[in-house]
């Protein structure tokens, strides 16, 4: 039995609580053969560290459709058409999306009237979109260029390890 690292960062500082989330992330996954269970507690340490009202995966299957994955949060959206809402289009263009007012974003599938904005990461391994990290704050503009950043190198850790 793997012992769970703490991934609670108790500083105040984005940029710095990203940063050791990183080294905290690689370890939980780096011989974790279970993508489930990796997944998992990547969505439990963002949860924890940053407060995010939601924070799950979305799994391609047959190539037309994300499947809810493992999550933290309240109950969620459970398939994803591609293209469709904020994860689809992250997906169909293969790109992060930030989206500071998901209630002005055409197409927004709304799981929660409670989110109020949302960024979403496509993990690509091998040029193919293997599923997204989904997150939602309660707060408008909760998202910015930094968030982007960091959580992009978690993609790349779990496309690395886990796909």
Known sequence: MTAPLQTTVSSNDKKEKYELLLSQI???IERETNRT??????????????????VGFYLTENNDTLVLGPF?????????AFGKGVCGTAWAKGKTIIVNDVD????????SSLSRSEIVVPLIRNGQTAGVLDIDSEYLSHFDPTDA????????????YCF
């Open 26 to 28: 690689k370890a939980l």
């Open 37 to 54: 269970a990796s997944l998992a507690n990547v969505a439990a340490a963002l949860k924890s560290s940053f407060d995010f009202f939601w």
């Open 72 to 80: 933290q949060g309240e109950p969620a959206c459970t398939r994803i």
């Open 104 to 111: 002005k974003f055409e197409g927004h599938i709304a799981c």
């Open 149 to 160: 950043f960091y959580l992009e190198a978690i993609g790349k850790l779990l496309t690395q």
